[in-house]
Nanobody
């Protein structure tokens, strides 16, 4: 069974950092582009970032550009989302998703495989 598993969420103060991880269970991520999207309470899903299978292409939503960095370590079968300078409006459940490319951007929630999410709360 092909599964994506997110981890690293939690409660953090504004201005602080978190690093989310996305690992593959049952398949190797290095064949896939990995996207992140989020859904805040009462709001629509929002594409956040995507990285190509080889890691040489990345894309970011304007709302996170300059603060978030996506990266991958294919040897560890893991994709990371480093989130710096967090704001209360970054509070959401964050999901990773996998497909053959980032062409869905920014609608990464339409990618073929999706995890169950990890909750991030930014609050003082």
């Amino acid at each position: 069974q092909l599964q994506l598993v997110e981890s690293g969420g939690g409660l953090v103060q504004p201005g602080k950092s978190l690093r989310l991880s996305c690992t593959g269970s049952g398949f190797t991520l290095d064949l896939y582009a990995i996207g992140w999207f989020r859904q805040a309470p009462g709001k629509e899903r929002e594409g956040v970032s995507c990285i190509g299978a080889s890691g040489d292409s990345t894309d970011y939503a304007d709302s996170v550009k300059g603060r978030f960095t996506i990266s991958r370590d294919n040897a560890k079968n893991t994709v990371y989302l480093q989130m710096n300078s967090l704001k209360p409006e970054d509070t959401a459940v964050y999901y990773c998703a996998a497909d053959w490319g980032c062409g869905y951007g920014p609608y990464y929630y339409n990618m073929q495989y999706r995890g169950k999410g990890t909750r991030v709360t930014v609050s003082s």
